[in-house]
């Protein structure tokens, strides 16, 4: 008993009087995630298994390959589509503009497969985040990063539950209980500016007239830096299946200690991935013709921030061809919808983030799409 | 079930390693919360926040976020400063315009809590680095804390705060109109020059005295010399010493600090102040040829190096006003 208070004791130190005054950045995210409140440590079961949680590939058996799944994800400027009309060019009127304003910008792409107990992710995503903040002496703060690499995750069960096939994908499953670890490493190459410039210095317009039209000149210009390296993920799962129902539990560590990068070009610090402690719970009943999950995250729990923002839930409800997602994540709501009719599906919808300190200090308001074209299973026996 | 205690253990030390800020988080948090903040106008949540993890004169962006908390005390907005007053700052030549932008007029007495918020301000970033406030600050020295990015950052913001600092100071002690003409308001005084020169300092050179400098230069906007000071800068025997080197080291900060402007600057933004340091240099070249011993007052950046320097003899700062802040702001 002492044992669990003193894990509470830890877990509540960490949320009280704490602020961490920076979005949560991870390596990636499901957009299917994203729409449900990112609430997806124990629901995951996409494209984005390996940036959950490793020990969600032993779901299923079989072979199953998605091999183009573009994303993108913008900030929402339909919610405040004024503006952006005629966008001034002085630094003054910018700044008067977008003040406070965060501006977000996010592509790429996912392809992988997934063979029985193992998986195998590719990755390519670049995404940019500006923000101006400071009436007095404006900054413009930009957070760039282009993250390409590999994940490689194995994962083993134990247990009496068999694991689902492909072709009863949607079906009944046996019943039973399934204990399952995984694993996974992981290169990434990353470049990235992460700096502040005062928008009123003559120094930024500087940068950009020496490096004239040279795109790569000028990203050196801003600070970009370039530079690669290796990380793991440990991760764990305990699922109570019985006929159409399954209640999984699952807690996982990302980037176990942070993955750090190696410099290999430029001179500025590269932002390394910070390891992220998540739990969840889900619950979800398949009926064929309807199915819907529940789920419940708390995460990342290392990190000193509030404890609201740890807390994220979703829903999805699905009917063949169209899935309907909602949730809530750190405070803000979340939602969409999903329409799949191979070989194409597509997901899109609204949510948001936390981009302050504390809970509900300032939502980054953003939409995100996604595509998959291509994707198939099948079951080996 | 064994093990269970050594799990939670491991558990518990990872969520605890992982869950800790240390100080430069922790700067980080406060720059990150302190900016956000200023956006909404919060002057006094931003300098708290910033003061409560403690100074950082290595960090130039923490300093330059808490120059700019305690310049949002004082009103001063670079976007506002930069698209409405600086371009007005020439006109009238050499820096007269200063009276003409829109906090200056603000200021109406000695103890205007703005302008001494601005002094702060402009204080974190001339000493930026850990540059001793009992010597002269300046580029170079800055220069050798950071990074060129930094100090030209450092620079740009140090300009627009010792103009508005500059503008206030000229309207009040000045007695500015608002077309920026000296001696022409309706301040308590009704004052025509900054200070008082009855004393009639002596010269070395050129001149002999101030009179004989006011007869031959001519009034100087308003100023013949003869004309009535600001009360608050005191008569003969009575000088006070720490309101007159404020305007001296406004002066002598900005002709240091606007060349390393100007010349970042490709652009026509800053084409209303460019003229600034020539005016500057031919008026100190006058003054350290009319009188001997000038050079210490000439450099001098740091307000309580001023004032130590200067408190036993003032005649040197008397001259300092009549040949150059009577010729900057006529």
Redesign the interface.
Known sequence: MM??S??AL??F??TVG?????EVRYLARSPKALLMGDAYTAAVDDDFILFYNPAAINKTLGVYLHPINPTLGATNVLDDSDRFKNLPKD??GL??RL??YPVYLQAGAFPGLRFGPIALTLFASSSMSLAI???????IDVDYRYDRGFIFGFAHSFGSAKKRTYKSFKAKTTAGQRATIGVSLKYINREGIDE????????I???V?TSGSDIGELKKALGYSKGAGWGGDIGGEYALINGRSELIFAAS?LDVGSTKFNLEEGTRKIPKQD?Y?NSGVTFKQDFTIFDYALSFDLHP????ISFGRKLHAGLKVGIPLVSAYAGFSGGYVSYGLGFRFWPVEVVAGFYGVEI??SYK??EGKRGVIYLSLLDFAFDIK | MKYRPAFLFIICLVIAIGCGADPEEKREDAIYDANRALTLGNCDKAISLLEAVGRDNKNSVYLQTLASAYACKSGLREPSFFENDLPNTASPAPLGGTGRYANSSGMVNDNDASLSALYTAIDLLLFAGGISTSESPSVTKRASYFTSSETANINSQLLYMLLSAAGRFFYYYGNSDSAGQKGQGTGIDANTCFVDYSENVTLDNVYADLNAYFAGAGPIGSCAGAGSGHSSFGASGSRNISRLCRGVVLINNLFDVIPEVLAASTGTDFSAVSATTTTITTLRTAVAAAKNGMSNILDVKSYDLCVSENTSNDDYIQVYYAFIVEALFL
């Not at chain 1, 704490?18 to 920076?22: G, L, N, P, S």
């Not at chain 1, 903040?133 to 900054?139: L, S």
């Not at chain 1, 502040?196 to 120094?203: E, G, I, N, T």
């Not at chain 1, 729990?301 to 000193?304: D, G, V």
């Open positions: 044992n669990w003193l894990l830890t877990l130190s960490c704490q602020v961490f005054a920076k630094a003054p700044s008067s003040l406070g903040e400071n009436a007095v002496h404006p900054f502040k410039f005062s928008l009123f210095s003559p120094d317009l500087q940068r007239n560590i390891m402690l729990l290392n990190e000193p302050g300190s200090d300032q």
